[in-house]
């Protein structure tokens, strides 16, 4: 098991700059990959981005590309997403996930934060 727990979520004014924050714990060895995804009211939840627990490999959506970019910390275990040019279209619940796998499979997931990008 891999716990995950999201932070950095809140209000901001569009064109504003958020960081969040995911630590991980417990079978984190077993993690080859991290990502961030998101889900806005309504919608289904969206990819945005994700690293390789070992190397630094990076994959954005191109919704996020230019703006965002996701890095980690392995001493840390916490993988970071820096959200930048915030628009009010990114406002959404905000998870991290960890995957045994380099692409896809996601297996735990974090409880979400918020983010809020106000016009």
């Known amino acids: 098991q891999v716990q995950l727990v999201e932070s950095g979520g809140g209000l901001v004014q569009a064109g504003g700059s958020l960081r969040l924050s995911c630590v991980a714990s417990?079978?984190?060895?077993?993690?080859?990959?991290m990502g961030w995804f998101r889900q806005a009211p309504g919608k289904e939840r969206e990819f945005i981005a994700r690293i390789k627990w070992s190397g630094y490999n990076t994959y954005y959506a191109d919704s996020v590309k230019g703006r965002f970019t996701i890095s980690k910390d392995n001493t840390k275990a916490t993988v970071y997403l820096q959200m930048n040019m915030l628009k009010p279209e990114d406002t959404a619940v905000y998870y991290c996930a960890a995957s045994p796998s380099d692409v896809g499979g996601y297996r735990y997931w974090g409880q979400g934060t918020q983010v809020t990008v106000s016009s």
């Open positions: 417990g079978r984190t060895f077993s993690t080859a990959s």
